[in-house]
C-alpha cells in the first residue's frame, strides 16, 4: 500500500490561512489523495480528494504538485473548530476502498 | 439527521465477556466499513460489506471477532470473550459505491476491565 508522511502537529493561529503538507513519493498513477479530518470524540470526516489537478471545495482547497508527490491541504481562514487531526490517504480506487490511516497532523489553532 | 448511527455510544465489559455493537448506515449506501483506533492511532480497516456479503477481513479480525450484516440494512460487530487488548474506538462508516467518500459515525468505545 502507498504510504504518506505528515508532520505530527502543526499550530495556526485563528483566521489565517494553514497549509498542511503530505508527501507520498511512491504514488502510482491511479492513486486518489484523499483527506479526512477528525474532531476530538467524533469520527473522521470527509475533507476533499483529487487525482491530479487543484480541487476546491467549500471547506478546503487541495495543491496537488505537478509530480505528485506531495499535496498540501490549505485551510482559507482556520476557525477554532477547525482543531482537529487530519489524515492524507493515498486510495487506490480498488474494489475494496478500505482507507489506510496513518498518524496524520494535529492541528491547533490559537485565538 | 440522516448520518451513520452507532449504538452503543458507551461500552464497559469485563474480561472474558461478549459484547455486540450496531451501525446503522445511510440509507442506500451499500458499503459499510468497520473500523477499530486506539488512542494517538489512525483508524485501522477491519472489515467490510458490499450490501450483505462481507468481502474482506483484515488480519485483525481474529476469529473473535463476527460482523453481520443481514438484508444488507444494519450491520453488527460482536466481539467473543473480551480481552483488554480490544479495548478501542469502534467506528463503522458507509459510501455509496467504492471510490466516494466514507461517512463515518461517531464510533463505540469500548473499555474491557
Known amino acids: 500500500d502507498a504510504k504518506t508522511t505528515q508532520p505530527n502537529s502543526m499550530e495556526s493561529n485563528e483566521e489565517e490561512p494553514v497549509h498542511l503538507p503530505c508527501n507520498h513519493s511512491?504514488?502510482?498513477?491511479?492513486?486518489?489523495i484523499h483527506w479526512y479530518r477528525q474532531l476530538p470524540s467524533q469520527g473522521p470526516e470527509y475533507v476533499i480528494h483529487?487525482?491530479?489537478s487543484n480541487v476546491n471545495n467549500r471547506m478546503a482547497s487541495l495543491a496537488i504538485a505537478e509530480d505528485r508527490k506531495s499535496s498540501t491541504l490549505i485551510l482559507h481562514r482556520a476557525t477554532l473548530r477547525d482543531a482537529a487531526v487530519y489524515y492524507c490517504?493515498?486510495?487506490?480506487?480498488?474494489?475494496?476502498?478500505?482507507?489506510?490511516f496513518g498518524k496524520g497532523t494535529k492541528l491547533s489553532v490559537k485565538p | 439527521d440522516t448520518g451513520v448511527s452507532q449504538n452503543p455510544r458507551h461500552k464497559i465489559t469485563k474480561r472474558g465477556q461478549n459484547v455486540t455493537f450496531r451501525c446503522d448506515p445511510i440509507?442506500?449506501?451499500?458499503?459499510l466499513y468497520w473500523y477499530r483506533q486506539t488512542l494517538g492511532q489512525g483508524p485501522e480497516f477491519l472489515t467490510y460489506?458490499?450490501?450483505?456479503?462481507?468481502?474482506?477481513k483484515s488480519r485483525l479480525l481474529s476469529d473473535r471477532f463476527s460482523a453481520e450484516r443481514p438484508k444488507g440494512s444494519f450491520s453488527t460487530l460482536e466481539i467473543q470473550r473480551t480481552e483488554q487488548g480490544d479495548s478501542a474506538m469502534y467506528l463503522c462508516?458507509?459510501?455509496?459505491?467504492?471510490?466516494?467518500?466514507?461517512?463515518f459515525g461517531p464510533g463505540t468505545r469500548l473499555t474491557v476491565t
Open positions: 462508516a458507509s459510501s455509496p459505491r467504492v471510490g466516494y467518500e466514507q461517512y
Open positions: 511512491t504514488i502510482s498513477g491511479t492513486d486518489y
Open positions: 483529487g487525482l491530479t
Open positions: 490517504i493515498l486510495d487506490y480506487g480498488g474494489s475494496q476502498g478500505n482507507l489506510i
Open positions: 440509507s442506500e449506501h451499500n458499503r
Open positions: 460489506f458490499q450490501n450483505e456479503a462481507q468481502l474482506e
